[in-house]
């Protein structure tokens, strides 16, 4: 289960903006909606080769 607590210190690493956390599709959304970034056994995977654009 992914901590979002932690969504305070993570930015989107593309676009630099807050990241909004998508429990349903266990995925973090960048603010402009660009951006998507999986999560994987509660960790996020925040690297830009695995952004999804929207």
Do not use: W
């Not at 901590?3 to 690493?13: G, K, V």
């Not at 960790?43 to 830009?48: A, G, T």
Request: aromatic residues 8%; contains cysteine.
């Amino acid at each position: 289960m992914f901590n979002t607590d932690m969504l305070a210190f993570l930015i989107c690493p593309v676009s630099h903006l807050a990241l909004h956390y998508d429990a349903e599709r266990q995925c973090l959304i960048s603010a402009d909606g660009q951006n998507e970034y999986p999560i994987v056994n509660g960790i996020p995977v925040l690297m830009p080769k695995n952004a999804m654009e929207e």
